[in-house]
């Protein structure tokens, strides 16, 4: 019977992990440069939406039309 692991063939097992090693840490580093953007993103949209809200509620206590009040 052939032993699992012999010493001519024992090199793959590292190799691999090595390589496999490195595609998840750069996998993980892809997903934490992305999170970062579309948190970025987020806060981004959520302050646009914020400015716009005002912009309306100024608009209707002051009696200034909704368009002219964007310009």
Not at 12 to 28: E, H, I, K
Not at 34 to 43: F, N, S
């Amino acid at each position: 019977m052939r032993p699992f692991l012999a010493r001519e063939t024992a090199w793959g097992y590292p190799a691999f992990a090595a390589v496999s090693g490195s595609f998840g840490y750069w996998l993980t580093q892809v997903d934490k440069r992305q999170t970062e953007i579309l948190a970025r993103r987020r806060e981004s949209l959520l302050e646009k939406r914020r400015r716009a809200r005002e912009r309306e509620e100024a608009a209707r206590v002051g009696g200034i039309p909704a368009v002219a009040a964007a310009v």
